[in-house]
């Protein structure tokens, strides 16, 4: 075991486990990975000695075997996760934990508020200056249980490690970093000034669709395999990952399987978040808003795809950098979109909106504004999110109670507040939204 991983799911089985798989010294490199909020997969695959079975479908279905986690944990065990991480075998800790799951304010800040993070600060108090740390009760959110692992690590001296969070957000190691010192200056200044000198932080884009297994899907591995696999991942062909940043004490050779690592990522992030993420996000409320279920049904409607198409346009505007080859990306997406094989709930995207459109939609409508152009294709995006919110129409969201709030006021303007103070003063863009808003409604008699 070389790697530890935090947050075991359906994604870091498609991506990060699949390329250390498929890389040319990927023996070399063990992953021991733990689960966020339930056990679930961790018991899934140890049933299965942590082998399972990666499902390519696409024109022609492929499969395979993956079997570089050779251990599969719940993480709640966060004093198993810190040995693993204080393991002087250890070289990196890679993490999936969702946007919202880090629970930081957009400056990348621990946020007080959230009933969680507020119990592990009260924790990382009592516990990081101790001489010996309790695990029972242990930390619930994943950054302060891997501040507990790099504490551990720093007591033993164990050499430098690689921090490589692997979430969709702009700059995800910067805000990592900032948020993980943050939450070390609660406890411990000698953990502070280790992870200043001991700990790196690589940033990542990621791109690999990956929805959840159906019973076909299931049949499916079976049909072609020959076994039955209980845990199996379903996922496209298409699979990207850009890196910028150091690894002190090794990697494997993910190039070898088709990672890229660069000097300027940024470029790469905003592609990613902005024409993927982005079109994905327009989908979600405005498909659902007109009747489909998932991203294939919703890209074959026409005047979907046609505001995908003047969104994008907007996005590459303001989009600039070395390979990013914004056609053919453009082109690869409506293929992957339209995939038939791939059943990707468009409600399963749409959940979490308040910090995905501050990422992938609210910086493109600024930039527009900024350039006195109107922005329609990025607003009609915020307009859908409005809609459904005004018709409670949206999935979960760690700010649902103050969308309620501001669904309940009239017009859009309070909801956009939610989002970006700046855009709620912006009267133009108000009324806008406003307009396009009112023909993605759905009547209580439709629903």
């Known amino acids: 075991m070389r790697i530890v991983h935090l947050g075991l799911g359906a994604f870091h089985?498609?991506?990060?486990?699949?390329?250390?798989?498929?890389?040319?010294?990927?023996?070399?490199?063990?992953?021991?990975?733990?689960?966020?909020?339930?056990?679930?997969a961790a018991l899934e695959l140890q049933a299965q000695a942590g082998v399972y079975t990666v499902l390519e479908r696409g024109p022609v279905d492929r499969l395979h075997l993956v079997g570089r986690i050779s251990r599969a944990l719940d993480g709640a065990r966060v004093g198993e996760l810190a040995t693993c991480i204080a393991a002087p075998d250890t070289s990196l800790v890679t993490l999936t934990v969702t946007e919202a799951g880090y629970r930081l304010t957009p400056e990348g800040m621990p946020d007080r508020d959230d009933e969680a993070m507020a119990h592990d600060?009260?924790?990382?108090?009592?516990?990081?200056?101790?001489?010996?740390?309790?695990?029972?009760?242990?930390?619930?959110?994943?950054?302060?249980?891997?501040?507990?692992?790099l504490e551990s690590r720093r007591r033993i001296g164990a050499d430098p490690i690689a921090i490589v969070p692997c979430d969709n957000m702009p700059e995800n190691a910067r805000l990592i970093r900032t948020g993980v010192r943050a939450l070390a200056e609660y406890g411990s200044p000698d953990l502070a000034d280790y992870l200043a000198s001991r700990v790196t932080f690589v940033s990542t884009?990621?791109?690999?669709?990956?929805?959840?297994?159906?019973?076909?899907?299931?049949?499916?591995?079976?049909?072609?395999?020959g076994y039955r696999d209980g845990s199996p991942v379903v996922t496209e062909p298409f699979h990207d990952w850009v890196l910028e940043g150091e690894f002190p004490a090794g990697r494997?050779?993910?190039?070898?399987?088709?990672?890229r690592f660069v000097s300027d990522i940024e470029p790469f992030e905003r592609r990613k978040l902005w024409l993927l993420n982005g079109a994905h996000t327009l989908l979600a409320y405005a498909g659902t808003a007109r009747g489909?279920?998932?991203?294939a049904e919703a890209i074959a409607d026409q005047d979907?795809?046609?505001?995908?198409?003047?969104f994008w346009d907007e996005a590459a505007a303001h989009l600039d950098g070395e390979g990013l080859e914004l056609d053919d990306y453009r082109a690869a997406?409506?293929?992957r979109f339209a995939n038939p094989k791939i059943r990707h709930q468009l409600d399963?995207?749409?959940?979490?909106g308040v910090t995905k459109l501050r990422v992938r939609i609210v910086p493109i409508v600024r930039a527009e504004r900024r350039r006195g152009r109107a922005g329609e294709g990025a607003a009609r995006v915020l307009a859908a999110w409005s809609a459904a919110a005004r018709d409670r129409r949206l999935p979960a969201d760690r700010y649902s109670a103050d969308v309620e709030g501001a669904s309940a006021r009239s017009g859009v303007g309070a909801l956009l507040r939610v989002l970006d103070p700046q855009l709620a003063d912006d009267a133009q863009l108000v009324r806008l939204v406003e307009g396009l808003a009112r023909g993605l409604e759905v009547s209580s008699a439709a629903r």
């Open 13 to 40: 089985r498609a991506h990060q486990a699949w390329y250390t798989e498929s890389c040319t010294d990927g023996e070399d490199w063990g992953i021991a990975a733990f689960t966020g909020r339930s056990a679930t």
């Open 121 to 149: 600060i009260t924790w990382l108090q009592s516990n990081l200056a101790a001489s010996r740390m309790e695990f029972e009760p242990g930390p619930r959110t994943p950054l302060a249980r891997l501040l507990a692992g």
């Open 205 to 225: 884009s990621v791109d690999r669709i990956t929805p959840g297994v159906s019973a076909d899907d299931i049949a499916e591995v079976e049909h072609l395999a």
């Open 252 to 259: 494997p050779h993910w190039e070898s399987a088709g990672a």
């Open 292 to 295: 489909h279920t998932t991203v």
């Open 304 to 310: 979907l795809r046609g505001w995908i198409e003047d």
């Open 333 to 335: 997406l409506l293929e």
């Open 348 to 352: 399963q995207i749409g959940v979490d």
